[in-house]
């Protein structure tokens, strides 16, 4: 796996390539502000981008910035955000093209070296991988109308799942059912909290919403 890193602080850069180096990726970027970032995004074209939003030279969103215009270019390129922040608009933002391959992680809350790898993988295959904080700042933003009371037992299982940012195919690894049967359990749940497709809001993240408001 190919791997670009943006993070302005050295010693984390320096601890995530050896982390990403130890689990056999290929680290072909290490920058430390947003225009080199966005040229190693668009030259190397990676696997996957590990990102932080607040990047030189403004310490604003730059970072967030760099890869959405990487991924206007690169529809679906997969970019996993890892930042001390979480940001409702920003959080909002990577999710609105509704085209996956996202993460986005809060650095506080990644306790193991399995769950960070996880998610870059998870991310890096075309997966949504968010932070239940971050997803909580989302409930604002939330206009799923129905309630998970009306979910059956199986597909409970299926949107527990979903909330803690598993793909559809570790959903059906862990559940011992087919890739078939959990893209049916996804319709039914979408349909019974009328969530319908919508340009603005990523329908997977709004049905983890509504398990997270129950």
Known sequence: MRVVIAE?????????????????????????????????LRELEPDVAVVDIRLPPGFTDEGLQAALAARRERPGMPVLILSQYVDQLYAHE????????????????????AQFIDALRTVASGGTVMDPQVITKLLARSDA?????????????VLKLMAEGRSNAAIMNTLHISESAVAKHTASIFAKLHIDPSADDNRRVLAVLAYLKR
């Open 94 to 113: 990577l999710l609105a093209a509704d085209q996956g391959a996202i993460g986005y992680l809060l650095k506080d809350r990644v306790t193991h070296t």
């Open 8 to 40: 302005d602080l050295f010693l984390l850069r320096d601890g995530l390539i050896r982390t990403l180096q130890d689990h056999g990726c290929e680290v072909v970027a290490a920058v430390d502000n947003s225009p080199e970032l966005l040229r190693a």
């Open 145 to 157: 109308r129905g309630t998970t009371s009306d979910l059956t037992p199986r597909e409970h299982d």
